[in-house]
């Protein structure tokens, strides 16, 4: 009568109180092994773990053949990740009872939970022969049959349990489950609906109903749906980190980080949190704080090869390259088959000029997946950089072919197609641009719509805003005369320190300086366009035009004043400098050869140099002067990098601009001051979008396998030939 009043508490879920009682039985009945096997049971339920296998133990010593004392504290084990220890016991069980059915079900769940997916199955068909009816194991055979990648077989297994038991809110999540998995989202939200109608509770079921609607892409409805599970379980971790996905898919990265922190509060050993903030870390610019939560995710899981990639990259951002290497190569070894590594270790390589070691490991990760587009992409890249533009547009093709919409695999294609002077294929792809996580960050959202090209503007106010760097705005502007014949109004929005000299140099246009906080609201204008959009939709009109020798309108009397500053240092011909640029990563620095390589420049005789560098010049002007004993000179009191207009009537006022890929050229050329150019043929810069439409350019090419020095020996020859140029002398 006492073990069937304990066991009718149990059945009503009143656990604690059972424990309670059966303590206090235990005391007057040491000897009954059915008590310390209820209270074992009932401890279990509560997560009193070790009370609960200390009871089943006395039970088992009281009674070594009790069956059930062995299968339930097998379950103990289980919870506790000793599943070898879980399965002996639940074997014992069975040996003591060969048709113990639960006894095989738990059997089931611990291969399950080691991913022993066959001996699961069989051990859940074997619980289902000898009891028919058996919903639990009808349910775990479909919840196996899922991992397994068998959807038909797991669905019919649910929908079985679910005929033998009709309200198994489980059984019902499990359904969920595989109908999302097929793409069913309907007939699975259905199915989470009905597990909830059953069990209002049910934060699992809310929880999963949440990534069904999120697949749906009703993001806020899927947080609804996730903070519903909160309100029933405030400390339901998978709840937060759902919600914090969600805020990553819409760029709020902050409230991502404060969702990951919640998360980890309520789960400090929850690796995924700490890998996922670390990456967001990395995306929003604090390394050290990613690298510090990476390496935590590592410290919890040592196997978290994906932890080990993230770590990688973030690394390598803050240019510890070989540590990164190190982290990618350990995410490899623990996962062999893990393809975005390789690609890691690719760019690294390439970035560090070894082109070849990239092109080998980027064929690996093909190797690997076939269909892993980024590896083809990467690969044309390096391609591209080896000069083998074909090769490139192939691996490009290749990337697309298998996913058509890569927004990167498109632009780098477009830039590719320009290099080879395949304009009309490669500034329709440029369009792509806007679809990358680069250029998504600078886009500028207005009402009305981007011109296409083809509408009348006769009538119309176009609003062109620039949209990458000073350089290419100068460069740009050349094509800013093939507009105006066309429009009622343009109005240009560019950075102010920009807009002296633009309205100077085209006062038919309205410059105005770039203010993009009223974006969504502004009605003074008609259609927009970027400025990089320009020549592809007049480039016949540019092939088909000479060259300007300028278009860029310097204040006239302020080049006066530079003459007279430049007769004051030196004789002339006065020869204006820049030698890189203030962007350093990498990729960049391979287009600006050390100052030393300028030699041949140096050894010019009687002729005055002029700093036109805008940033960290002071090291390399001491250092060209103990070495070569050549001065450069440099206006002191001239900001180069703010002071834009007067960098233009310096540019005017001199003789030859020498330079590589940089600024100042773009605006020498522009005013009409010859300008020679030490140019990486192979770089992606190297195109009718980044080289000045002006005739006094002239670009001198240096292939991967040739030296700086030779360049910079052709430029000085011209000097000489300038200097020695009678016409030149009289002027």
């Known amino acids: 009568e006492l073990i069937n009043k304990l066991v009718n508490l149990y059945n009503k879920g009143n656990f604690l109180t059972v424990v309670e009682e059966a303590q206090i039985l235990i005391d007057q009945y ?22 609960a296998i200390k009871a089943y133990k006395r039970a088992i010593s009281l009674r070594p053949d009790y069956a059930d004392a062995y299968n339930n504290m097998g379950v103990v084990l289980n919870q506790k990740g000793k599943h070898d220890e879980a399965i002996k016991l639940h074997k014992k069980a069975i040996s003591l009872r060969p048709d113990y059915a639960e006894a095989y079900n738990n059997l089931g769940n611990n291969f399950k939970d080691q991913q022993k997916f066959n001996e699961a199955l069989e051990a859940y068909e074997k619980a289902i022969y000898i009891k028919p009816n058996y919903a639990q194991a009808y349910n775990n055979l479909g919840s196996t049959l899922r991992d397994k990648g068998k959807l038909p077989e797991a669905l019919n297994a649910c929908k079985k349990a679910i005929s033998i038991k009709p309200d198994y809110a489980l059984a019902f999540n499990n359904m969920g489950h595989i109908l999302s998995d097929q793409g069913k989202f309907v007939e699975a939200l259905k199915a989470f609906k009905k597990a909830i109608l059953i069990k209002p509770d049910y934060v699992d079921a809310y929880n999963n109903m949440g990534n069904v609607i999120k697949y749906q892409g009703d993001l806020d409805k899927a947080i609804e749906a996730y903070q519903k599970a909160i309100s029933i379980q405030p400390d339901y971790a998978d709840a937060y980190s759902n919600i914090a996905n969600i805020f990553v898919e819409q760029g709020k990265l902050d409230n ?26 990395t995306d929003q610019g604090y390394i050290g704080k990613a690298i510090e939560a990476l390496k935590r995710a590592i410290m919890l899981k040592p196997n978290y090869a994906f932890a080990y990639n993230n770590l990688g990259v973030a690394l390598e951002i803050k240019g510890d390259f070989e540590e990164a290497i190190e982290a990618f190569k350990e995410a490899i070894s623990l996962k062999p088959d893990y393809v975005t ?11 560090q000029g070894k082109l070849d070691e990239a092109i080998e490991i980027y064929k690996k990760a093909i190797s690997l997946d076939p269909n892993f587009a980024d590896a083809y992409t990467n690969m044309g890249v390096v391609l591209k950089f080896q000069g083998k533009f074909d090769k490139a547009i192939k691996s490009y093709r290749n990337a697309l072919a298998i996913k058509p919409d890569n927004s990167q695999a498109h632009l780098n294609l477009g830039i590719t197609l320009l290099n080879c002077d395949k304009l009309e294929e490669g500034l329709n792809e440029y369009e792509w641009r806007w679809k990358t996580s680069e250029f998504l960050s600078i886009k500028r959202y207005f009402r ?26 100068m ?43 009223l974006d969504a609201k502004r009605n003074d204008f008609d259609l927009h366009l970027p400025m990089g959009s320009l020549y592809r939709h007049f480039i016949n009109e540019i092939l088909e035009n000479d060259k300007a020798k300028s278009y860029l309108t310097p204040d006239r009397d302020r080049i006066t004043h530079y003459k007279e500053r430049l007769r004051s240092v030196g004789k002339g011909p006065y020869i204006g400098l820049c030698w890189k640029s203030s962007v350093k990563d990498a990729y960049r620095l391979q287009h600006y050869p050390p100052i030393s390589e300028w030699a041949p420049i140096f050894r010019v005789p009687n002729v005055t140099f002029i700093n036109l560098q805008y940033t960290n010049y002071k090291d390399d002007i001491r250092k060209i002067k103990n070495q070569h004993g050549v001065t450069i000179h440099n206006f002191e009191d001239l900001d180069q990098y703010s002071e834009i207009d007067e960098v233009a009537a310096l540019c005017g006022a001199l003789d030859l601009v020498v330079a590589t890929k940089t600024t100042p050229p773009m605006i020498s050329a522009g005013v009409g001051t010859p300008t020679k150019i030490a140019n990486w043929k192979n770089s992606s810069f190297n195109n009718i979008l980044n080289n000045p439409l002006s005739r006094t350019l002239d670009m001198i090419h240096k292939d991967n396998s040739e030296p700086w020095n030779k360049v910079f020996k052709l430029i000085a020859d011209h000097l000489l030939e300038m200097k020695n140029n009678a016409s030149y002398s009289k002027e």
Not at 341 to 351: A, E, L, M, Q, Y
Not at 448 to 466: E, R, S, Y
Request: charged share 25%.
């Open 30 to 51: 040491p000897s009954s092994f059915l008590l310390w096997n209820i209270l074992g049971a009932s401890a279990t339920e509560i997560g009193m773990i070790d009370k």
């Open 256 to 281: 991502a980080i404060d969702a990951y922190k919640k998360v980890i509060s309520l789960k400090p050993i929850d690796s995924l949190a700490y890998n996922n903030m670390g990456k967001i870390l």
């Open 341 to 351: 590594p390789h690609v890691n270790i690719g760019k690294i390589f390439k970035d």
């Open 448 to 473: 009305q719509p981007m011109w296409n090209g083809q509408a009348d503007l006769k009538d119309k106010t176009i609003l062109l805003w620039t949209e990458q760097g000073i350089g290419d705005t």
């Open 475 to 517: 460069n740009w502007s050349s094509c800013l005369p093939l507009l105006t014949s066309r429009s009622k109004h343009i109005i240009l929005e560019c950075p102010e320190k920009l807009v002296r000299l633009l309205t100077r140099s085209f006062p038919m246009i309205e410059i105005k300086a770039e203010d993009r906080s």
